[in-house]
């Protein structure tokens, strides 16, 4: 069974920092991608940034770019959020591409919730 569990959100304050972590079991092939998304309540949800495992190369929306970083080790996805604002509090999603290219996302995790106070 695919799962992905969405782990390190919480309270910060402007300017803070936050790692989000994505585990990733039940693929039978280590040829996926990951990427980061968030909503934010009544917006649409919005692309972070996506790693493809195959050669480990990322992608990086303009949403957050520049204060982000997308990392893998293992089965495990990680996004450093730094220089938070409080317009980036939204509930923040790990999903998979199975086809490994970062561009259609089949499995989506729970979604941890991101609040910045300012």
């Known amino acids: 069974e695919v799962q992905l569990q969405a782990s390190g959100g919480g309270l910060v304050q402007a300017g803070g920092s936050l790692r989000l972590s994505c585990l990733a079991s039940g693929f039978t092939s280590d040829d996926y991608a990951i990427g980061w998304f968030r909503q934010a309540p009544g917006k649409e949800r919005e692309a972070i940034s996506c790693i493809r495992r195959r050669d480990n190369t990322a992608d990086y929306a303009d949403s957050m770019k520049g204060r982000v970083a997308i990392s893998n080790v293992k089965n495990m996805v990680y996004l450093q959020m730094n220089s938070l604002k409080p317009e980036d509090t939204a509930v923040y999603y790990c999903?998979?591409?199975?086809?490994?290219?970062?561009?259609?996302?089949?499995?989506w995790g729970q979604g941890t919730q991101v609040t910045v106070s300012s």
């Open positions: 999903a998979v591409d199975s086809g490994g290219l970062c561009e259609v996302f089949d499995y």
